[in-house]
């Protein structure tokens, strides 16, 4: 049985821990261009400029990505696991 801190099938070393995400951002408008490229806008999360996600490093999504390059600015973002769990809110005057 593999370990967590084995090699992944390219043969990269990560962690179980270790999320590679892609923060993409939309840098120019939609209008204009071709039903498909506008889908794929829309599947990424993106409904105008200046709008950002941020987004699993995934096959899937880098087709995407290819489909409206001249749209958007890709960012490659490196983050653990625990961090991208949501913190629990206190509510106003509650003690800690």
Do not use: C, W, Y
Not at 8 to 15: F, H, I, M, T
Not at 37 to 63: C, D, T, Y
């Amino acid at each position: 049985m593999a370990n967590k801190d084995s090699v992944d099938k390219r043969g990269d070393n990560k962690s179980a821990k270790d999320v590679e995400l892609i923060k993409v951002t939309q840098i120019k408008s939609s209008i204009g261009s071709k039903p498909k490229h506008r889908g794929s806008l829309r599947a990424l999360g993106l409904r105008g400029i200046g709008m950002f996600k941020v987004h699993n490093n995934s096959p899937e999504i880098r087709g995407m990505i290819s489909r409206v390059s001249h749209l958007v600015k890709v960012e490659q973002v490196v983050a653990v696991k625990d961090s991208l769990k949501k913190t629990p809110k206190v509510k106003a005057g509650a003690s800690v």
